[in-house]
């Protein structure tokens, strides 16, 4: 017969089975509990960010007339300016403008290496009062359609004080 094994007090089965559920405690939190601790605090991130888009689409949605309005805003700057019609478009209005505020103008087209976003380029001269071609100037800075200025020279007109004269390189771009 094999010897009996040490007799064990109550009190030290006790903490026996208390140290057996504390080391099973802690290894049912770490290999359980924490990990779908953490799986909760991604997914209540993801949460936060889907509704947040959700409520940027509903925003889309419930206002159609606005959303149609932001299109019909962003529609100048969409069109293809490679076309004969917009670059016509674009000439025209600069004249018109210029006429409207009394104001000698000259177009002529730049030639040279256009870059791949460059639809057309083009030198613009005015002549008139100073505060028409400083208004002139602004309102070609700030037309709806994708240009770019990269050259404004102004100076008095020779003989004449009273005049200024602007010339302006335009280019306009495609997307």
Known sequence: MSAPGPRWSSRERQL????????GCWALLASVLQPLWERAGELSADVDRLRARLAGMER????P?????AYRAAAAY????????????????L??????AALTIGLRPRQGAARATEAFALELEVQG?????LRFV??????????????????AS???NQLLRATLIVKHHRL
């Open 138 to 155: 602004d309102e070609v800075l700030r037309l709806p359609r994708l240009i770019s200025v990269p050259r404004v020279h102004m100076s």
């Open 65 to 69: 007339a606005g959303a149609e309005e």
């Open 78 to 93: 969409l069109a293809d300016p490679a076309e004969a019609g917009s670059q016509r478009e674009l000439l025209t209005e």
């Open 16 to 23: 026996g089975v208390f140290a057996a559920l504390l080391v």
């Open 60 to 63: 889309a949605v419930g206002d």
């Open 129 to 133: 009062e100073q505060a028409s071609v």
């Open 95 to 100: 004249e018109s403008r210029a006429r409207s």
């Open 158 to 160: 020779p003989g004449q």
